[in-house]
């Protein structure tokens, strides 16, 4: 992994001795001429790139599961497993593998860049505290033409931990490549991406009471429950996609950059993606006291999944350039997917195929009211007859400055997979689940004016399956149903701002599908310009609060969350930051968990885990667009 780095570094020195794309004649250089697009966007008729974020606010969040404002789970040091803290049902149907705690720290296509620059574009992310914590991460993009573009990204993050045997280490790897034809019709996307995380597994604290009487102790010899665990998950993705338009083709110029816009009716793509993910649980020697059974190796483990995934899309596009108030079909979409997935575990191992049929649409209805829909079916294969259906009507109102939208999603889908068979040292299973049940029906209110947001969202939930607090699955036959509801508002008073986001959430059975009633975060910082406007200065606190409910534990041997026995929560976590941008360059000293300043005592999130003391925090990062 080490000798790709250095072989991708080499060959972007050599490309920064190549001529740079003339696209700005002055070379007037920055944000607005270094442009990206994701997956997500490369569906439209005219491809509208994101620009780079310049104004850095949530720098000081920079845990790669803090994205969002989403409250989440973890067990208390940079790089273990997270989970979200609130519950909302996937998209996805099928084959779902179910080791998803890691899934935050992952590259995946999804989260690939796209990017189109008039000048090499670097930036570097840096950030460090005295607990040997390290975070850095690299990105490179160039256009080697103005229809030919490259970017690499690599991230290194190494956490040592409080507590004893928490160290990880995680390295990510990816490079993309987008090239479009002179004619505009021709498009193709690729992107390679490499994942190596690697995580102590301590088990969590012998001693969950520590905290209760206020003592005195240093974490580095508080006894843990595992002594020599650790997993690693290795993740290998490539991605290919090509697609070919039919009709008039031109490009609108935005900032010395352009954008595509094809005014044609048909398109046609195809895309393949091929993954490979091994994930490895080992133990030297197994601790007494902490598993049930030991069904293969009473001394030790050595626990090995591997999922192989290939998968095609065939789609065909079709678009109604002809703009007009009247009700009219803006765009659709049908698309063949099918997919292979090679599946071992120990000495368990099996094929699945699937066969799915998947359409999307949009209707204007009127000039401000759009209807979109999209449905995913499989006609075939294993997983036969799980489906996937949303739809969702948009209300344009006064110009964008309110937007509102209703939408409504049922689904039927398999269980994860691990929950059907697991054939691992510790825990061994095989079940027969039914399709788990879900319907959605969400309000979503987006009012720019005044910078806020409202979402309701109404989930019923039919044959939930879940872990119980002796890691066992489980299907629930009844009902059970979620309301949500997320608030968003930003306010400012002078140089002071406040970043408010509520989240509040009822569970109509706590014992089996627990949630906090509520979380709250909340930004307060004060914004003030320095040296004539030349240093852009950022001071102030960032607050979290979610109410006590029954918590999640941890099952280290299957990289998974589970029902635990305990209430947590009902603290709140403090953190006081500033942040300094200096033209092209941002520096953050943060002290988080601050209130720990005022008792000597800490806090869990999850059963057996304390959440790190304070720490004092640096981070950095610095952008060239030269």
Not at 70 to 95: C, K, V, Y
Not at 363 to 390: E, H, R
Request: with cysteine; charged share 15%.
């Amino acid at each position: 992994m080490i000798k790709k780095f250095y072989s991708i570094l080499l060959f972007i020195l050599i490309s920064k001795w190549c001529t740079a794309v003339a696209i700005d004649s002055v070379n007037k250089y920055g944000p607005n001429t270094v442009r990206f697009l994701t997956l997500s966007a490369q569906t439209a008729d005219t491809l509208l790139f994101e620009l780079i974020d310049t104004n850095y606010i949530g720098f000081q969040n920079f845990h790669p599961a803090a994205s969002k404002n989403i409250p989440f789970l973890n067990l208390g040091n940079l790089g273990t497993a997270t989970q979200s803290l609130f519950f909302e049902n996937t998209d996805l149907i099928g084959f779902q593998e179910g080791w998803s705690a890691f899934n935050q720290y992952l590259t995946t296509t999804e989260k690939i860049k796209f990017y189109r620059t008039a000048s090499p574009f670097t930036q570097l992310n840096y950030f460090w505290n005295r607990k040997q914590e390290q975070l850095f991460a690299f990105t490179f993009a160039q256009n080697i033409s103005p229809r030919l573009n490259y970017a690499v990204n690599y991230t290194r993050l190494v956490s040592v931990g409080d507590y004893q045997l928490q160290k990880t280490d995680h390295l990510n790897l990816d490079a993309s490549i987008w090239y479009t034809s002179k004619n505009n019709r021709y498009k193709f996307w690729f992107a390679a991406m490499s994942n190596n995380l690697t995580a102590k597994e301590n088990g969590g604290v012998k001693n969950d009471t520590i905290f209760n009487s206020n003592p005195i102790y240093d974490p580095l010899f508080e006894p843990v429950k595992l002594s020599a665990a650790s997993n690693q998950l290795r993740q290998t993705e490539i991605y290919f996609k090509q697609s070919y338009a039919f009709g008039k083709t031109y490009k609108l110029s935005l900032d010395s950059i352009s954008i595509d816009k094809v005014e044609n009716k048909h398109r046609f793509s195809h895309a393949i993606n091929y993954l490979n993910k091994v994930i490895n649980f080992n133990e030297s020697k197994i601790d007494s006291g902490y598993y049930a059974n030991a069904f293969i190796d009473a001394s030790s483990t050595a626990d090995y999944t591997q999922i192989k995934k290939f998968s095609s899309l065939l789609s065909y596009e079709y678009f109604n350039q002809v703009h007009s108030g009247k009700s009219q079909l803006k765009s659709f979409t049908i698309s063949l997917k099918n997919q292979l997935v090679l599946f071992q575990n120990n000495n368990f191992d099996t094929t699945l195929s699937e066969h799915h049929l998947l359409a999307t649409s949009e209707f204007q209805l009127a000039p401000k009211l759009i209807y979109t829909a999209s449905t995913d079916y499989i006609f075939a294969g294993v997983f036969k007859s799980n489906y996937f259906f949303n739809s969702a009507l948009s209300y344009n109102l006064y110009q964008s400055k309110l937007i509102a939208k209703l939408g409504f999603t049922i689904s039927s889908q398999s269980p994860v997979f691990n929950a059907l068979q697991t054939h691992n040292n510790h825990y061994q299973w095989t079940n027969h689940f039914g399709t788990v049940q879900n319907q959605k029906a969400y309000l979503q209110l987006d009012i720019k004016s005044i910078a806020a947001s409202i979402k309701f969202i109404h989930q019923q939930i039919a044959n939930y399956v879940y872990f119980d607090a002796q890691f066992t699955p489980k299907q629930h036959s009844s009902n059970i149903s979620i309301n949500t509801i997320c608030l968003s508002k930003q306010m400012a008073w002078r140089a002071l701002h406040f970043d408010n986001y509520i989240y509040l959430q009822q569970s109509s059975n706590q014992q089996i599908l627990p949630q906090p009633s509520f979380h709250i975060y909340n930004a307060t910082y004060v914004q003030l310009p320095v040296f004539k406007g030349a240093l852009k200065l950022r001071a102030g606190l960032d607050t979290r609060y979610y109410s006590a409910y029954q918590a999640y534990t941890y099952s280290p041997a299957n990289m998974m969350f589970h029902l635990g026995a305990k209430k947590l929560g009902g603290f709140p976590l403090v953190d006081v930051f500033v942040t300094a941008k200096l033209k092209r360059a941002v520096l953050l000293f943060k002290l988080e968990h601050a209130n720990n300043l005022l008792n000597s005592y800490g806090e869990m999130m999850v059963s057996n885990y304390p959440i790190a003391p304070r720490t004092f925090k640096l981070g950095l990062l610095w952008n060239f667009y030269d």
